[in-house]
């Protein structure tokens, strides 16, 4: 006995399917809009950071060829003691000193500057591509919209293509919250605390300028090498926003070289061993399995104390394994649940990443005794 199909249920089915698809192209649209307002907040907010940092530049060349001449004229004064008076000598140094002080100072805003400038482009440019995927979804809704408004006849026979479309909305949107998530917590463990450490250190050097001005250019020294680091950690993460050297190259020699160069980087004692065959496997497969070891490293390098790193991967026909072993201070993992959010991001990053290639994820630590992360993905 053939059951009869439910042209009526069908039809309820594709209404949801056609409302349900709307509202997305709302949402979308929503985003796109806020990105566009965002993007031109963004864009008059990077004109004026431009023109203040070239007004500030302007300034400090100007303070600085006075800081020069106020130099010059202390070296003069300090020579000729028949000429000036000790009461010279000394107004001729205190106002070399504060002219230095100022320079050093105006100096240390244009490094804040140049940085927030930068941040400022690079936010631009992840703003303006962000408003073109929106619009692309938008377009390829609007498609599917108009396939199926369309193609409301003869459902019994399209049945299979209908159910194809809904499971490919499904998968943009699906798609679209993972990338935004991965995006939030790469930012929040990198340039929003470098951001934050530097707005907290200059505070403190502006009150350090009132009660102990001899020691801001010590501060300010300090500041431009966090400020240098904050630069190396945003370059790293768009750096690791693609691992462009896997489009090359296979996963083991990519790993190798990240491996060499993360030993002479931060001059650490680390290992990689490979068993097996090599084979290339899927491109998704092979970016999630480079950044759960970016990610891992990167927790050592921050968190551990290590001396000796191992990294060792195994291939086989059905599963790859990979191990991250290190001789550090070592935790306690049933404490994380304990912690907050943020000091998790890197261990949440990678089990998600390992689950959403249906595989293993295990670690194992304690407090002296060093950190072993374990993860095994079927191939």
């Not at 594709?14 to 349900?20: C, F, K, M, P, S």
């Not at 936010?123 to 979804?137: D, G, V």
């Not at 904050?230 to 790293?236: A, C, H, P």
């Amino acid at each position: 006995m053939k059951i009869l199909f439910d042209a009526a249920l069908l039809d309820k089915i594709i209404n949801e399917i056609l409302l349900y698809i709307q509202k997305s192209q709302e949402q979308v649209y929503d985003i796109a809009e806020n990105t566009r307002i965002e993007y031109v907040r963004v864009k008059d907010e990077l004109e004026d950071v431009r023109k203040t940092v070239l007004q500030l530049i302007d300034r400090v060349d100007k303070l600085y060829a006075r800081e020069k001449r106020a130099r010059l004229h202390l070296m003069e004064v300090s020579r000729d003691f028949n000429r000036y008076t000790e009461a010279d000598i000394k107004r001729a140094y205190e106002r070399a000193q504060q002219l230095q002080l100022e320079v050093a100072g105006l100096q240390g805003q244009e490094q804040l500057l140049r940085y927030k400038r930068d941040n400022l482009e690079k936010n631009l440019r992840s703003l303006q591509e962000t408003q073109k995927r929106a619009e692309n979804i938008m377009s390829h809704l609007g498609v599917v919209s108009q396939y199926l408004s369309k193609h409301m006849e003869n459902l019994s026979t399209r049945i299979g293509e209908i159910m194809l479309i809904q499971q490919l909305g499904i998968n943009i949107i699906r798609a679209q919250e993972e990338e935004r998530k991965r995006v939030a917590r790469e930012i929040h463990d990198g340039p929003a605390q470098l951001l934050a450490n530097i707005v907290m250190r200059a505070e403190y050097i502006l009150k350090l300028m009132e009660v102990e001005p001899q020691n801001v250019r010590t501060e300010l020294v300090r500041l431009q090498e966090l400020v240098r680091q904050s630069l190396q950690d945003v370059r790293k993460i768009i750096f690791d926003l693609r691992p462009m050297v896997l489009d090359d190259l296979r996963l083991v020699p990519a790993l190798n070289r990240y491996v060499e160069d993360y030993r002479n980087q931060h001059k650490q004692n680390i290992e990689f061993v490979f068993f097996g065959k090599q084979a290339r496997l899927n491109p998704a497969t092979e970016v999630a399995l480079f950044r759960v070891v970016q990610e891992a490293l990167s927790n050592v390098r921050k968190h551990a104390k290590a001396k000796n790193i191992l990294v060792k991967m195994e291939q086989l026909n059905d599963k790859v394994t990979i191990l991250i072993k290190d001789d550090g201070i070592g935790f306690n993992p049933e404490n994380l649940e304990h912690h907050s959010q943020r000091e998790c991001y890197g261990l949440i990053n990678m089990r998600e990443r390992v689950q959403i290639l249906k595989g293993e994820y295990k670690i194992m630590s304690a407090p002296g005794k060093g950190t072993m992360i374990t993860l095994t993905i079927p191939v």
